[in-house]
């Protein structure tokens, strides 16, 4: 399904309700699993976690993930303890190209059985769970948090819990600590001190509890778009949100301060209002290695505004749903843009104008295609492969017609 968005104005005052967080969701789906006294409420309705969610339910040898690297790099923890039961965990075509020897390489340290079916280093796998004897390893930290949040999920039910080092720069610190978090909701026991974490083990009984997610704040970016493109005066109401999130990407309330964005948290809500202009000469200076899936959010709302932006910290954008500075360029190109890369860093130079009707490829990555809508306030634009927003979001399409956008 592609979706054409003719030039359209965003309806004032609207309140759109967002699905919970997929981050938080599937760590809490893998808990529940460990823990059955947990109750979740405002689980996120994305084809991500409906696949974690199916995969803990299933009985079957071979389990396929598609493209939710989330459920890929958690569930590959979890079915290594899962004692005399043997599953091929696979994805996508994508999902075999995106690496997970790290992972894989601290688990077996720990004493875990798994094997690549195909491509050394990568899915699919087979694992044959069993007891894990081991309670110390160390991982390099730079590729992706989620090796080390998948091996904090399950520590805690290791005989002697898990001590984990972490080499080199930590990348996505936020999810780390929204994983630790978590465990501390849960009252496991945990230290994050000199790149070194340790997690008990869970002893006592878990007593029943329920956890609510917060909604989802990589889905909030979208709106803070919308809002940074609308007229000074605009507002936008999003729930349910709280001003402490344990989500990293809730550092939108602040960057979107310099595209002329105000945050209101009020209740369980947070109203956008565009408060100012923004000056022609502004520059955006951001390091998003603590925010990586804001990156093209960001960069989108840069060049609709026609500022300059520098980001860098975005090593980690290149083995994502798609090289993610790869499809950046090449579509912010069809539409004008100026705009260099490299490994970790974009560069997008001031503009003036935007070419009207575009086709935006998407690449089987949802935030392709919701990066790019606002700037159907700016002009008509086509976006391909528009139902790739399931991935995370799969209201995107119905969300953004009832806030004014125009779509056929
Ligand atoms: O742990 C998580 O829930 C996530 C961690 C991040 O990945 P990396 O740590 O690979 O950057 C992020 O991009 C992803 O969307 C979700
Ligand atoms: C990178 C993402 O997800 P995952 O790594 O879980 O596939 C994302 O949602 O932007």
Known sequence: MDISIQKSK????????????????????????????????NLSNSDDSVLMQKALQSDDKVVDIHHA???????????????????????SSRMKERPIRILVDALKSLGADI??????????????????????????????????????????????GLELSLKGKITSVPYINMTLSLLDELEIKTEFNDNVIKVKPKTSEL?????????????????????ALSEVGSKLELASYKENSLQGDSVLAEVYKDFGVETHF????????????????????LDLSNAPDIAQTISVTAFGLG???????????????????????????????????TDAS????????????????????????????????????????????SKSYPQFWEDFKAIGFNLK
């Open 69 to 91: 690297g989330t459920a890929m790099r958690f569930l590959t923890a979890y079915f290594s303890i899962q004692e005399g039961r043997e599953v091929i965990l696979t994805g």
């Open 266 to 285: 009020k209740g369980n809500s947070v109203t956008l209002t565009k408060s100012s202009d923004v000056k022609e000469q502004t520059s955006i200076d």
């Open 10 to 41: 965003l309806l004032n005052h609207q309140s759109i309700q967002i699905t919970g967080s997929k981050s938080e969701s599937n760590r809490l789906l893998l808990l529940k699993a460990l823990y059955p006294q947990i109750n979740i409420e």
């Open 115 to 160: 094997s690549y079916v195909e491509n050394e280093g990568f899915p699919p796998l087979r694992i044959c769970g069993k007891k894990l004897t081991e309670h110390k390893t160390f991982l390099e930290a730079n590729v992706s948090s989620q090796y080390i949040s998948a091996l904090l999920l399950i520590a805690s039910s290791l005989e002697n």
């Open 307 to 341: 500022i300059e932006s520098n980001l860098v910290g975005l090593h980690t954008l290149k083995i994502k749903e798609t090289d993610r500075l790869v499809a950046l360029k090449a579509e912010l190109e069809k539409l004008g843009a100026e705009i260099s890369i």
């Open 207 to 227: 007593k029943p509890k329920t956890l609510v997610v917060e909604s989802d704040w990589s889905s909030a970016s979208y709106f803070y778009s919308v809002v």
């Open 346 to 389: 974009l560069h997008l130079k001031p503009s003036k104008t935007i070419i009207s009707n575009a086709s935006i490829a998407t690449y089987n990555d949802h935030r392709m295609a919701m990066a790019f809508a606002p700037l159907g306030l700016k002009t008509a634009i086509h976006i391909q492969n528009a139902d790739v927003v």
